[in-house]
Nanobody
């Protein structure tokens, strides 16, 4: 199983980005998907998660700004990030919840003030 994240970049505070992740080799689907991030010098944290029924949960600091979604037909998931803040700067990764897949390279998100 491979995961490939994309969509990161450099954006000013208040801007938006849409991250994407494609999971290959997972014909059974993933019951619970998640987006994680790791900022420099910090531990990786779970930012958003969603189950097969579409129930979503978010880290308090991103509630109302981030939206997780999935496209099961394409084994893909997305993270729409609005009103970005400098503290959102991190490398973002997708994985299952709990983390059962091999970690991908991640995608860098940098928010300038």
């Amino acid at each position: 199983v491979h995961v490939v994240e994309s969509g990161g970049g450099l954006v000013q505070a208040g801007g938006s980005l849409r991250l994407s992740c494609v999971v290959s080799g997972s014909p059974g689907g993933i019951p619970r998907i998640g987006w994680y991030r790791q900022a420099p010098g910090k531990q990786r944290e779970l930012v958003a998660q969603q189950d097969h029924a579409g129930n979503s949960h978010y880290l308090d600091s991103v509630k109302g700004r981030f939206t997780i979604s999935r496209d099961s037909a394409k084994n893909a998931m997305h993270l729409q990030m609005n009103d970005l803040k400098p503290e959102d700067t991190a490398v973002y990764y997708c994985n299952s919840v709990p983390e059962l897949l091999s970690w991908g390279q991640g995608t860098q998100v940098t928010v300038s003030s």
